[in-house]
């Protein structure tokens, strides 16, 4: 069935450096690749989405990547900040678009 | 504007009790989702909605019960709470259906129920 890869589980970086989260997923109909950020203590809010129309879509210091061969997007944080640490997620749409499934997450701590 | 908004925000339940997980959204959304999230895990979809009288299983809707009477709320019930329920629960609604047309989901705070 339809399912979505996400890699890694949790993810420490250094301030200022780069961070990256892959995603694989497996139904090929998909369209439309968005990311959530989780922080503490509340519901995950929409911070970059793609559709598969485009190869690379960039909003400030986060960007997504797409390749829609390889059925792979990723999401690039640059200039890490302490406000980016949470837990990321990635999803796709399945084939009837009124369902979005969710990669399992990504905890992202940023070292001062 | 308010967006989605989920009541309680905590729970503790005995094992076999029933509760109602209430949710509201003023955003005038057609679509209304469920999710269960546990520990460290990602968000698996229990119910979701179409429309006002529309309803549908998503990937773990075993041990629970869905309405939506109206535009607005969509509630979810648990019926005899076993341990296994134990999580945190999400409801979202989405623009899809609206001129966004893409599935953009806004999410409430999250109920913590404890089933002990």
């Known amino acids: 069935g339809e399912n979505v890869e996400q890699h890694p589980s949790t993810l420490s970086v250094q301030e200022g450096d780069s961070a990256v989260i892959k995603c694989t997923y497996s139904d090929s109909a998909s369209n439309y690749f968005p990311w959530y950020k989780q922080e503490l203590g509340k519901g995950p809010q929409l911070i970059i989405d793609i559709r598969s129309n485009v190869g690379e879509k960039k909003d400030q210091r986060i960007a997504v990547t797409l390749n829609k061969t390889a059925k792979h997007f990723s999401l690039h944080i640059t200039e890490t900040q302490p406000e980016d640490s949470a837990v990321y997620f990635c999803?796709?749409?399945?084939?009837?678009?009124?369902?979005?499934?969710f990669g399992s997450g990504t905890r992202l701590s940023i070292r001062p | 504007n308010a967006g989605v908004t989920q009541t309680p925000k905590f729970r503790i339940l005995k094992i076999g009790q029933s509760m109602t997980l209430q949710c509201a959204q003023d955003?005038?959304?057609?679509?209304m989702y469920w999710y269960r999230q546990d520990p460290g895990m990602g968000l698996k979809l229990i119910y979701y909605?179409?429309?006002?009288?529309?309803?549908d299983k998503g990937e773990v809707p075993n041990g629970y019960n869905v309405s939506r009477s109206t535009t607005e709320y969509f509630p979810l019930r648990l019926e005899l709470a076993a341990p296994s329920q134990t999580s945190v629960y999400f409801c979202?609604?989405?623009?899809?259906?609206?001129?966004?047309?893409?599935?953009?989901?806004?999410f409430g705070a999250g109920t913590r129920l404890s089933v002990l």
């Open positions: 955003m005038n959304h057609n679509y």
């Open positions: 999803a796709a749409e399945y084939s009837s678009a009124s369902k979005i499934i």
């Open positions: 909605s179409v429309g006002a009288g529309i309803t």
């Open positions: 979202a609604s989405s623009s899809l259906g609206t001129s966004i047309a893409k599935n953009i989901q806004y």
